[in-house]
T-cell receptor, first 114, second 114 residues
Framework: AQSVTQLGSHVSVSEGALVLLRCNYS??????LFWYVQYPNQGLQLLLK??????LVKGINGFEAEFKKSETSFHLTKPSAHMSDAAEYFC????????????FGKGITLSVRP | DAGVIQSPRHEVTEMGQEVTLRCKPI?????LFWYRQTMMRGLELLIY????????DSGMPEDRFSAKMPNASFSTLKIQPSEPRDSAVYFC????????????FGPGTRLTVL
């Protein structure tokens, strides 16, 4: 069974600081990996995805993530946090089949201090 | 383009009552998912449909929960009888053909069972 681990439940950064949200995966086969974002009182929105092409993936709003097989990681980063980045972020994994469903992590809340 | 539409947005009911949540997926999408989100358990997949057929309902908590998808543009999630522990936000999501993991979420229905 596939799974993702997001350590911690809350990260707080200052506006303009680096954002780093960690995600480690467990999978017996090369997975597809995703980051979703949930703004307050909204549904989840796809931020970026890794589907075995380039290991550095760029997403919306200046976020990017790097797939590192040796570390079984897919950490999300953004060089400079903005107040509007405050949200909950979910890492998710699936296998590579056409009809494979997502397995989400527990999510991590990002707060941005002025 | 209209996104995934869910109704109602908020539902408050008393224990023992029947609750029906509704979802209209994005036109052209052929996979539909029902999720439940709570603080304690995070985001849980309840059931998903592909081409209107239930594929995996292993996440449905018990017989009180049922879901239908009578056509490509409509799905319902029913709880009968409802219990206070069913209080949660219920999300519907849909995805396009052959991109099942690129899920588009609706705004959710916040259910409170008193």
């Amino acid at each position: 069974a596939q799974s993702v681990t997001q350590l911690g439940s809350h990260v707080s950064v200052s506006e303009g600081a680096l954002v780093l949200l960690r995600c480690n995966y467990s999978s017996s086969v090369p997975p597809y990996l995703f980051w979703y974002v949930q703004y307050p009182n909204q549904g989840l929105q796809l931020l970026l995805k890794y589907t075995s092409a380039a290991t550095l993936v760029k997403g919306i709003n200046g976020f990017e993530a790097e797939f590192k097989k040796s570390e079984t990681s897919f950490h999300l980063t953004k060089p400079s946090a903005h107040m509007s980045d405050a949200a909950e972020y979910f890492c998710a994994v699936s296998d590579t089949g056409a009809n494979s469903k997502l397995t989400f992590g527990k999510g991590i809340t990002l707060s941005v201090r002025p | 383009d209209a996104g995934v539409i869910q109704s109602p947005r908020h539902e408050v009911t008393e224990m023992g009552q029947e609750v029906t949540l509704r979802c209209k997926p994005i036109s052209g999408h052929n996979s539909l998912f029902w999720y439940r989100q709570t603080m304690m358990r995070g985001l849980e997949l309840l059931i998903y449909f592909n081409n209107n057929v239930p594929i995996d309902d292993s996440g449905m908590p018990e017989d009180r929960f049922s879901a239908k998808m009578p056509n490509a543009s409509f799905s319902t999630l029913k709880i009968q009888p409802s219990e206070p522990r069913d209080s949660a936000v219920y999300f519907c999501a849909s995805s396009p053909p052959d991109r099942i993991n690129e899920q588009f979420f609706g705004p959710g229905t916040r259910l409170t069972v008193l």
